[in-house]
């Protein structure tokens, strides 16, 4: 009874305190991608009618990011979570000072086409480009792609300011739009069925992201 009175105190009480943290830098992401959306607006010369920004609000979990053809999907996930043992966030002096900072709420962005929602493809792939990482103390760490990858290695001497997460949306949007797309070779397309025309799938010249596939490919 005292053990789990206990892990009631500790443990159960940080992963609480964590989740309440990750609700709010969620919303400050929200606050900040409209600034940033809107400071990119007007920095742009010449305007294209047909090229879009905006942030939209999809639910209390979810928010994307249009930039022309790019859609960037923020998930917050409600399950407080912690990292594999040897990874070199809990062997740090932060972490084992204190192991209730090792429990962390994450963000996942996903770089989408825009045109995989407005025609509803279903089988078009999206792409994870990066995870935002907050603790109990508000500290933060990401993993992404380019320059999301060296920014903010290990996690932050100091909580997360409304500056950092300016950065961090930048970056995720820089390296959406850095990321071209290459259409599928010929042969791999050269028949198709019924149902994937009908479905409007990837088999119709969808394509993919240079970079992101043939990566994971590699792993394969």
Sequence with gaps: MQHIAHVLETKCCAKQETYRNLKSVFELQKEEALKVIASISGNLKKKDKDITLAVINVSENEFH????????????????????????????????????RKYLGQINVYNFMADSFKYNRIN?????????????????????????????EGLSG??????????????????AIDSDLVTLPFPSIRSITLQQKMEKSLALGGGQKIGFQMSYQQEL
Excluded: C, W
């Design 158 to 175: 100091h909580p997360y300011t409304p500056a950092d997460i300016s950065i961090f949306i930048q970056l995720a949007i820089s390296q």
């Design 65 to 100: 990011v249009k930039v022309a053809g790019d859609l960037l999907v923020f998930f917050m996930h409600t399950n407080i979570i912690t990292l594999d043992k040897e990874h070199r966030v809990n062997k740090s002096r932060y972490v084992t000072d204190n192991l209730m």
């Design 124 to 152: 078009d792939p999206g792409y994870l480009i990066s995870r935002f990482f907050v603790n109990v103390e508000n500290h933060f760490f990401v993993e992404g792609d380019g320059q999301l990858n060296y920014m903010f």
